[in-house]
C-alpha cells in the first residue's frame, strides 16, 4: 500500500471515528430527550428509567443524580467480569443520561401543557418516546463505542451461564426486577414500560438497516 492509500485509508478511519463519536452523542441526547417525553405521557418509561425515577422519588435527589449513582455501583461488577464492554460509549452513558433527561425535564416541565396533558398528547408523548428511544438506542448501538452498565450486565451474565440462558432471558430478567423495583418506589409502570421492555426489537432493526448503520458505515460497507 503506497502513501497515498495509507493516508487515504486513515482519513477514512478517522471519519468513520468521528461518526461514531456524533452517533454516541447524538443518541444520549435524543435518549434524554426521550426519557421526559415517557414521563410527561405518565404511561410509564423504560424499566432502566422506572426504577431510576422510583429512586429519584424516595430519595428526593433528581433522576440524572439517581443514574450516575446506580452506574457507578453496576460499574463495578462490570469492572471485575469483563472491561471490554467498558469503552468511551460507556462514560457518555453513565455521566451524560441522566444530567441531559434532567436538562430537558427542567426545560419543559415549566410548560403548562405538560403540567395536565390531554390523552391525545399522552398518546403522542407515548408514540414520539418510543420512536425516539428506538432510533436512539439504534445509533447507540451501531456506533460499537461500548454500552452502558446496565447493558453490559446483561451480556456478561448471559455469557457467564454457558448457554443456559439467552441474553433475552437474562435480560427480561434483569428488566423485571428494575420495574419492581421503580414500582415499589412509586414510579409509574404503564403501556410504555411494556412497549419498551418487550416490543422495540423490530423497530430498532429497521433503524439499523435503513438509517444508523447506513448513515455511519455507507451502504457500500454494509453491502460487502
Known sequence: MGRTETASWEETKESFMRRRIA???GAHVAMGFSVVLMRFSLCGNDPFSCMNLGYANVSGLSYGTCVIIFNLLLIVPVLLLDRSYIRVGTLVNMFLLGIIADFWYALLSPIALFSEPSLLLRGTLLLGGVLLTCLACSFYMSARLGMGPYDAIGWILAARTQGRLSF??????IDSCAVSLGFACGSIV???TLVLA???GPLIEFFNKHISQPWLYGRKNMEH
Open 23 to 25: 452517533a454516541i452523542l
Open 168 to 173: 433475552r432471558t437474562v435480560r427480561v430478567l
Open 190 to 192: 404503564g403501556l410504555g
Open 198 to 200: 418487550c416490543g422495540t
